[in-house]
């Protein structure tokens, strides 16, 4: 009885000696981070800010404070859609480098600047592994969210009359007549496009 009982004890041993440490002293693993998003982010107050549940922060230049807390909340990308001749970047391509974000370019200068080409690259970038929650603007919001409709129309094949609302819903003012007359351009040249609301 007592070889039986010194056996059982052994066997016990040597198993828990083998055994993985418990799951509970384990540290919990990190979440991966996702490719994209679908929720709305963070407010940061940018000039004209609006943020949507794709993971956009649209408005105007933002400061160098607005930058970091752009950053720390999360954000991968910032879209720039300002020119070089333009003045108070507040030194935003070594800063949002720094930060740890992506920096792109989309030069819009004002109206001229509402193309296809460039709505397809601002529509590139978004669309880029990893790209969001993204910021998209320009000096105050306008040309921003201008160009967001007319990526709205052109890549995500959304109708005119629904890509100018969500521009307008995004704070566009001054270029509602230019992004009628482009989107009214591009149904001209192109009938089979989704040109529903455009008389």
């Known amino acids: 009885m007592r070889h039986w009982v010194h056996g059982v004890v052994g066997v016990l041993l040597v198993s828990l000696?083998?055994?993985?440490?418990?799951?509970?002293?384990?540290?919990?693993?990190?979440?991966?981070?996702?490719?994209?998003?679908?929720?709305?982010?963070?407010?940061?107050?940018?000039?004209?800010?609006?943020?949507?549940?794709?993971?956009?922060?649209?408005?105007?230049?933002?400061?160098?404070?607005?930058?970091?807390?752009?950053?720390?909340?999360?954000?991968?990308?910032?879209?720039?859609?300002?020119?070089e001749a333009e003045r108070g970047d507040e030194g935003e391509p070594a800063l949002v480098e720094r930060l740890g974000m992506k920096l792109v370019s989309v030069p819009v200068p004002g109206a001229e600047g509402l193309t296809e080409r460039n709505a397809r690259a601002l529509g590139k970038a978004l669309a880029e592994p990893d790209a969001l929650p993204a910021v998209v603007h320009c000096s105050t919001g306008q040309r921003a969210a201008a160009l967001l409709g007319l990526k709205a129309f052109v890549v995500d094949r959304m109708s005119a009359a629904s890509a100018i609302d969500l521009a307008k819903g995004l704070g566009m003012t001054k270029l509602e007549t230019a992004l009628r007359e482009r989107i009214a351009e591009l149904c001209k040249a192109d009938p089979s496009r989704n040109c529903e609301g455009m008389k």
């Open 17 to 83: 000696s083998g055994a993985p440490p418990a799951l509970a002293d384990e540290p919990p693993a990190k979440p991966r981070a996702p490719k994209n998003i679908d929720a709305t982010p963070p407010l940061i107050p940018i000039p004209n800010a609006r943020v949507t549940p794709q993971g956009l922060l649209v408005g105007g230049q933002p400061t160098r404070e607005q930058l970091r807390a752009i950053g720390n909340a999360g954000y991968r990308t910032v879209v720039s859609l300002r020119t």
